[in-house]
């Protein structure tokens, strides 16, 4: 079974720093990975996704993620941070072969501070 | 707005009672899958199905149980409810089984006094 491990529970940074929030997958076989984002008081939305190729992934707002095998790792970054940030993002995995629910990660809340 | 319907959006009520909550997937997504998000244990999987039929099933409790209809609504029900039963009810749909995307409701906060 996989499991996912966001390591930081909650993040407080300043407009305009970097971010990078830690992910890291358990299971041995070729996975799917996403980044969700959960705005205050809102459902949950994809940030982006990888299924194969290119390890570096671009989603929306300007985040990326990108995919070490070798680490199991799927690291989220954005250069600059902004107020509208805020919120609480979720790493998740499931298995590419057969039909395997999406395992989240327990989340990490950004705060990002003027 | 992401195109799955969730209701009721709030409920309380006490231990021992039965709830049911409702999700109707988004247009031409088959598979509609249930989570369950509290502060100590994050979103966890409860069940997902697949044009009516179960597909997997996850950390659901037997008190729980969920069904998809024809119309490809589906309904999870919860009874003799527990205070721990308190939680956000996440349904997500998909219609790329093979890659899990999901895309989520707003959920049911759900609380039990």
């Known amino acids: 079974a996989q499991s996912v491990s966001q390591h930081n529970h909650h993040v407080i940074l300043s407009e305009a720093a970097s971010l990078e929030l830690g992910c890291n997958y358990s299971?041995?076989?070729?996975?799917?990975l996403f980044w969700y984002v959960q705005y205050p008081g809102q459902h949950l939305q994809l940030l982006l996704k990888y299924f194969s190729g290119d390890p570096l992934v671009k989603g929306i707002k300007g985040f990326e993620a990108e995919f070490i095998k070798s680490k199991f790792s799927f690291n989220l970054r954005k250069p600059s941070v902004q107020w509208s940030d805020t919120a609480e993002y979720f790493c998740a995995v499931n298995a590419r072969s057969g039909n395997t629910p999406l395992v989240f990660g327990k989340g990490t809340r950004l705060s990002v501070i003027a | 707005d992401s195109g799955v319907t969730q209701t009721p959006k709030h409920l309380i009520t006490a231990t021992g009672q039965r709830v049911t909550l409702r999700c109707s997937p988004r247009s031409g997504d088959l598979s509609v899958y249930w989570y369950q998000q509290s502060l100590d244990q994050g979103l966890q999987f409860l069940i997902q199905?697949?044009?009516?039929?179960?597909?997997a099933k996850g950390n659901i409790l037997e008190r729980f149980s969920a069904q998809q209809f024809p119309d490809l609504h589906s309904e999870l029900n919860l009874s003799s409810l527990e205070l721990g039963d308190s939680a956000l009810y996440f349904c997500?749909?998909?219609?790329?089984?093979?890659?899990?995307?999901?895309?989520f409701g707003e959920g049911s906060r759900l609380t039990v006094l």
């Open positions: 199905y697949y044009n009516g039929e179960e597909r």
């Open positions: 997500a749909s998909s219609s790329r089984v093979e890659t899990g995307e999901l895309f």
């Open positions: 299971y041995g076989g070729t996975v799917n």
